[in-house]
């Protein structure tokens, strides 16, 4: 069974400067889909960003981008110019790519905070 | 964009008393989920449902718990008897095919069982 491991419970930022979350994970699988998801006081899950792993190239989403480390099996997400709408709690999670339909798998999240 | 609504927002229920939420996926998408999250905890998988029947479930997903999709639009989680331990935020999710990537997710539920 893979597992997801966030082992920031909490971090915090200042306005405007970058912040690294990280997040391992194990799996015996070689394809398979990793995401950060945000959750703000509202609790709605919402897609921050995602990576396949059969692709080298690291995903970017605006001020968001992963550091992807196939071999060490750790996805962190690096948020930039951090702004104080980011703060929430993140999430990693892992999808299986070859199961159709299959689960996420979260990690136990990270709350972050952003201080102006 | 389209979204994935779920009703009611919140719904307080005493112990023993069945209690059904309700999920409209989008459209055409395929496959749909549920997931909860109690208070503080991380967000755990339920069930997954395709084609009219569940195509995965979680230990969580114990008999007291079901699913199912009644007409074309609606998909349900039914608990027959809730317990304390069923109070948490319940998502509803749906994606277009099993195998592309993420999940839409609704706003959730909390139910609070008293």
């Known amino acids: 069974a893979q597992t997801v491991t966030q082992s920031q419970p909490e971090m915090s930022v200042q306005e405007a400067e970058t912040v690294t979350l990280s997040c391992t994970y194990d799996?015996?699988?070689?394809?398979?889909?990793l995401f950060w998801y945000k959750q703000p006081p509202s609790r709605q899950m919402i897609l921050v960003i995602r990576?396949?792993?059969?692709?080298?190239q690291n995903a970017t989403e605006n001020r968001f981008s992963v550091n992807f480390q196939k071999a060490a099996k750790s996805f962190s997400l690096k948020i930039s110019d951090s702004q104080l709408g980011d703060a929430a709690m993140y999430f990693c999670?892992?999808?299986?790519?070859?199961?159709?339909?299959?689960?996420?798998?979260f990690g136990e999240g990270t709350q972050l905070t952003v201080n102006p | 964009e389209p979204e994935v609504t779920q009703t009611p927002s919140h719904q307080v229920t005493q112990m023993g008393q069945e209690v059904i939420l309700r999920c409209v996926p989008i459209?055409?998408?395929?496959?749909f989920y549920w997931y909860r999250q109690i208070l503080g905890q991380k967000v755990e998988f339920l069930v997954s449902?395709?084609?009219?029947?569940?195509?995965?479930k979680s230990e969580i997903f114990d008999d007291q718990f079901s699913v199912e999709r009644p007409d074309g639009s609606n998909f349900t989680l039914k608990i027959r008897s809730t317990k304390l331990e069923d109070s948490a935020m319940y998502f509803c999710?749906?994606?277009?095919?099993?195998?592309?990537?993420?999940?839409?997710f609704g706003s959730g539920t909390r139910l609070t069982v008293v």
């Open positions: 999710a749906s994606s277009e095919s099993g195998q592309r990537g993420g999940y839409t």
């Open positions: 799996t015996s699988e070689s394809d398979y889909y």
């Open positions: 990576q396949e792993a059969y692709k080298q």
């Open positions: 999670a892992y999808r299986s790519w070859f199961l159709a339909g299959s689960r996420l798998t």
């Open positions: 459209s055409n998408h395929l496959y």
């Open positions: 449902f395709y084609n009219n029947e569940i195509s995965e």
